[in-house]
């Protein structure tokens, strides 16, 4: 389940129109999200309030194993729409697969004038983070400089007594500022970090082959024009008819790759990758657009297919080989399998992971005609109220996780076991539970 931060910032790109799947470090969201998810460990509690629709703040206690805590504060220049944990969309919390969105050039914010002066300024998102009691500072700073590039400043402050004795011998320094940079044009996603700890240099580039997305300006007009919207919908070339091979699947291919140096320990690392993901049923961005079911059909239409990703990494400094195949057989059911392989030792390591959506049918006035009910409510009235993960591998790590909410409050539970261990089969048992309210609704 994402941190009450993580889903503030995940809010503070949307509301800004960032997109951060178009990213080379994001390459392999979707199966991650199947494969790779965290399981909880011992008992875990969060509280986050949103006094008003630029500042937050949030607080969290771990009372098992081991007792700590810490202390968030957030601050954004624009206005997000941050709900509360009783009516927040369930899946927006949750990591879980999906297809990414026809990537799109980002734009920029409408300039605000005042007397001839141009008085609008840069979004940027401030979050700060205090833990008790090993007295470590954690910050983040993101603000966009211009519609197509935007910059972060992460700094990592841990005071000199919380370092191991031998770090300590090697003048080692947990404490760290990172730089990145975020070029995004649409086509091409390109990233430049420097890391003060190592003095480390790296650079990842991502390439979208096929066409660009519709500009948000360009559906919000679509919207208040519903012919408009229909032609221009019709004159644009679907996502699954790209690159079209007869008797296969149809979508898009992107590729990337990424170089680092480090000049304090004299090393570098290099590795590239592929996607492809098949979008059979709208132009995206999807989050954008009316339900399906309100859009205009065509006679042309391509058979659906399903949902489907396929990744593959390579590093062939470490040797180290990996691909993911990952698809939405069912409304509700996901799959996941992903084979790693080394060219050097010929270890191997295969994981499969499953990912099943449990609604329930809210209640309808039966008073109420059918006719009356909108579509878009239609859709809905099987509403999600939890998830089941499941990851089992060759290396005899079984994982379970049921994330869900009870009443206010979302809840993860979830178990690591071991096989091949008898005398300690399960390795790890947690429990989360997340509250968090808000002001402005």
Request: glycine share 8%; aromatic share 10%; charged share 25%.
């Amino acid at each position: 389940m994402h941190p009450f931060a993580s889903y503030v910032l995940r809010s503070y790109y949307k509301a800004t129109g960032w997109n951060e799947d178009n990213l080379y470090a994001n390459l392999t969201r979707s199966s991650s999200a199947i494969l790779d998810f965290t399981v909880p460990r011992g008992l875990h509690l969060s509280i986050s309030k949103s006094p008003n629709a630029l500042f937050k703040t949030t607080y969290s206690m771990t009372a098992m194993p081991s007792l700590n805590g810490s202390v968030g504060y957030i601050f954004t220049s624009c206005d997000l729409d941050v709900k509360a944990s009783r009516n927040v969309r369930f899946k927006d919390m949750i990591e879980h697969f999906r297809v990414y969105d026809q990537p799109r050039r980002p734009e920029g914010k409408e300039e605000e004038w005042l007397a001839g002066e141009r008085v609008d300024t840069r979004d940027y998102l401030l979050y700060g983070r205090f833990y008790l009691p090993t007295g470590r500072l954690d910050a983040l700073y993101s603000t966009r400089l211009t519609p197509t590039l935007q910059a972060m400043v992460a700094a990592i402050s841990d005071p000199p007594s919380n370092v191991p004795g031998e770090m300590r011998g090697r003048a080692g320094d947990v404490s760290n500022i990172m730089l990145n940079l975020q070029h995004d044009v649409g086509k091409w996603c390109t990233e430049y970090t420097w890391s003060a700890e190592d003095a480390m240099w790296g650079v990842r580039v991502l390439h979208n082959f096929g066409r660009l997305g519709v500009p948000a300006e360009s559906l919000e007009e679509g919207d208040k024009n519903n012919s408009t919207f229909s032609g221009s919908r019709r004159g644009l070339k679907r996502v699954d008819e790209e690159d079209a091979v007869e008797g296969g699947l149809k979508g898009r291919v992107s590729v990337g790759a990424e170089l680092y140096f480090s000049a304090k320990e004299k090393s570098a690392g290099v590795s590239t990758g592929i996607r492809f993901t098949t979008l059979p049923d709208a132009t995206p961005p999807s989050f954008q657009l009316p339900s399906p079911s309100l859009l205009p059909s065509t006679s042309k239409a391509p058979p659906s297919q399903p949902p489907t990703t396929i990744t593959a990494l390579y590093n062939p400094m470490l040797g180290h080989l990996s691909g993911a195949y990952s698809a939405r057989v069912s409304r509700d059911l996901s799959l996941s399998s992903r084979f790693d392989f080394n060219v050097y030792s010929y270890e191997s390591e295969w994981t499969m992971g499953a990912e099943w959506w449990m609604r329930r049918s809210p209640s309808v006035d039966p008073d109420q005609p059918m006719l009356e009910i909108s579509p878009r409510k239609l859709d809905t009235r099987e509403d999600v109220h939890g998830v089941v993960k499941a990851r089992a591998s060759t290396n005899n790590d079984v994982s379970l996780m049921w994330e869900g909410r009870i009443r206010n409050m979302l809840v993860s539970l979830g178990v690591v076991s071991d096989f091949s261990s008898r005398s300690k089969p399960i390795k790890a048992i947690g429990l989360e539970l997340s509250y968090f309210s808000s002001d402005i609704e």
